[in-house]
């Protein structure tokens, strides 16, 4: 087979791959959609409408190390169509917890995707890795995560047409209503995100299909069973402390862009009064429309200057911006947040190749670790919560804050290992 055979061979499976990061996308920013609707309809606490990001978040640091070991045993591929299913399952869920109006069921919906999902990070994200050279493979997996921030906008797109209504009654008029309206009203809301859902796990079932078809080259395929692997790699792994600086500054990332993305309507609430669901909403997608710009511009700086560097600078401009959102709860907070997107843009992928990169046959169980870190968007956005319930919404940006200020710390430290050779 010449080389133009081979390129054409691994295009498809190569789309279809980078397509998962469209499809977590959408998930993910839908709950940021989902924490406005649910607060609406279950009249949530900051503290209990931040639970959605718990049990979604969860869902990846419970199934994340299963999702390794299944990989290993089966194949990236197996995988992959493991955590369509899971994801699409998930979806479907949607429909009975909206009929019956119960956040517990809605939350375990939630679990169900984010355990799909974690099948599809773990394989995705070192499969990228694994696809190249080395040297570049920080720059690789920015280009494949380059696409994810499409699915993120086309989830807030899909909450704001199609879940939020735009009806937001005061707890007066609330009061006001006779009962039949009240559960009129309620059940509106709620049956709102069952027609998103059902498309969404449809689309994802199909998605699962195609991959099972189309033939992919041998290193998603294989099996990696007859390796040794095991519970040493985690033990030699939790024992490096330079990869576990890696998991604690992508906990803190995770945990960062949850908190900023799943308050941000919350925030413009009380930033700008008197505002309405779907505006805020456009702050919402603005700010993911900026993360996109984000991931594409910092790819191309890095043939320039090294990913660990202007990781650096990234992380101190968003402590500066986080600052500013806590002492100025107006417009300029406001746009203060939406700015912190561009400078997100980088992390998540920088920070998961720096740390991957040279484990060799550790690489599988050190994604399935960085995947596990993501419990920090369930741990820190029940933290902001928490600190919203107590003070305000404005205050509790610094979670985010100390958050940008660790991995501030991290990429320094990577940027002086690597002048250091």
């Given at each position: 087979?010449?080389?133009?055979?081979?390129?054409?061979?691994?295009?498809?499976?190569?789309?279809?791959?980078?397509?998962?990061?469209?499809?977590?996308?959408?998930?993910?920013?839908?709950?940021?959609?989902?924490?406005?609707q649910?607060?609406?309809?279950?009249?949530?606490?900051?503290?209990?409408?931040g639970?959605?990001?718990?049990?979604?978040?969860?869902?990846?640091?419970?199934?994340?190390?299963?999702?390794?070991?299944?990989m290993?045993?089966?194949s990236?591929?197996?995988?992959?169509?493991?955590?369509?299913?899971?994801?699409?399952?998930?979806?479907?869920?949607?429909?009975?917890?909206?009929?019956?109006?119960e956040?517990?069921?809605?939350?375990?919906?939630?679990?169900?995707?984010?355990?799909?999902l974690?099948?599809?990070?773990?394989?995705?994200?070192?499969?990228?890795?694994?696809?190249?050279?080395?040297?570049?493979?920080?720059?690789?997996?920015?280009?494949?995560?380059?696409?994810?921030?499409?699915?993120?906008?086309?989830?807030?797109?899909?909450?704001?047409e199609?879940?939020?209504?735009?009806?937001?009654?005061?707890?007066?008029?609330?009061?006001a209503?006779?009962?039949?309206?009240?559960?009129?009203?309620?059940?509106?809301?709620?049956?709102?995100?069952?027609?998103?859902?059902?498309?969404?796990?449809?689309?994802?079932?199909?998605?699962?299909?195609?991959?099972?078809?189309?033939?992919?080259?041998?290193?998603?395929?294989q099996?990696?069973?007859?390796?040794?692997?095991?519970w040493?790699?985690?033990?030699?792994?939790?024992?490096?402390?330079?990869?576990?600086?890696?998991?604690?500054?992508?906990?803190?990332?995770?945990?960062?862009?949850?908190?900023?993305?799943?308050?941000?309507?919350?925030?413009?609430?009380?930033?700008?009064?008197?505002?309405?669901?779907?505006?805020?909403?456009?702050?919402?997608?603005?700010?993911?429309?900026?993360?996109m710009?984000?991931?594409?511009?910092?790819?191309?700086?890095?043939?320039?200057?090294?990913?660990?560097?202007?990781?650096?600078?990234?992380?101190?401009?968003?402590?500066?911006?986080?600052?500013?959102?806590?002492?100025?709860?107006?417009?300029?907070?406001?746009?203060a947040?939406?700015?912190?997107?561009?400078?997100?843009?980088?992390?998540?992928?920088?920070?998961?190749?720096?740390?991957?990169?040279?484990?060799?046959?550790?690489?599988?169980?050190?994604?399935?670790?960085?995947?596990m870190?993501?419990?920090?968007?369930?741990?820190?956005?029940?933290?902001?919560?928490f600190?919203?319930?107590?003070?305000?919404?404005?205050?509790?940006?610094?979670?985010?804050?100390?958050?940008?200020?660790?991995?501030?710390?991290?990429?320094?430290?990577?940027?002086?290992?690597?002048?250091?050779?």
């Amino acid at each position: 087979m010449n080389n133009n055979e081979k390129a054409t061979s691994v295009l498809l499976p190569l789309i279809l791959i980078i397509s998962l990061f469209f499809l977590w996308g959408m998930a993910n920013n839908l709950n940021d959609i989902l924490i406005a609707q649910f607060k609406k309809i279950f009249s949530l606490s900051d503290l209990k409408s931040g639970l959605v990001q718990s049990a979604f978040y969860t869902g990846y640091f419970v199934f994340s190390i299963p999702a390794s070991l299944f990989m290993r045993r089966y194949s990236y591929k197996a995988a992959v169509v493991t955590g369509l299913l899971l994801y699409a399952f998930g979806a479907f869920l949607f429909y009975p917890a909206a009929a019956q109006r119960e956040y517990n069921l809605f939350l375990g919906a939630l679990f169900v995707i984010a355990s799909g999902l974690a099948f599809l990070e773990t394989s995705a994200n070192p499969l990228i890795v694994a696809m190249g050279d080395p040297a570049t493979a920080e720059r690789r997996l920015n280009f494949a995560q380059s696409f994810n921030p499409f699915g993120c906008i086309a989830g807030i797109i899909i909450g704001r047409e199609f879940i939020l209504s735009g009806h937001e009654p005061s707890a007066a008029d609330l009061a006001a209503m006779a009962p039949a309206a009240l559960e009129q009203f309620y059940q509106a809301e709620s049956h709102a995100v069952q027609g998103p859902y059902l498309a969404i796990g449809a689309l994802v079932f199909l998605w699962a299909f195609v991959v099972l078809l189309v033939r992919f080259p041998k290193v998603a395929t294989q099996s990696s069973a007859g390796e040794s692997v095991s519970w040493n790699d985690y033990k030699n792994l939790l024992a490096s402390g330079q990869f576990m600086f890696g998991v604690t500054a992508q906990f803190f990332y995770v945990g960062a862009q949850v908190c900023l993305w799943s308050y941000m309507i919350r925030y413009g609430q009380q930033a700008l009064p008197g505002t309405g669901e779907k505006i805020l909403a456009n702050y919402l997608l603005a700010s993911l429309v900026i993360f996109m710009i984000g991931r594409f511009f910092a790819t191309a700086l890095m043939a320039r200057i090294k990913p660990s560097l202007l990781m650096f600078i990234y992380a101190i401009a968003n402590v500066v911006l986080c600052a500013l959102a806590v002492v100025s709860p107006n417009l300029v907070g406001m746009l203060a947040l939406v700015a912190t997107s561009f400078f997100m843009s980088l992390m998540f992928p920088t920070i998961f190749a720096l740390t991957i990169k040279n484990l060799g046959e550790q690489a599988k169980a050190g994604s399935s670790l960085l995947v596990m870190s993501i419990i920090g968007g369930a741990i820190l956005a029940a933290v902001m919560g928490f600190v919203s319930d107590i003070s305000s919404i404005h205050t509790a940006v610094v979670i985010p804050l100390a958050s940008f200020a660790v991995i501030a710390v991290f990429a320094r430290s990577c940027y002086q290992r690597e002048i250091k050779g």
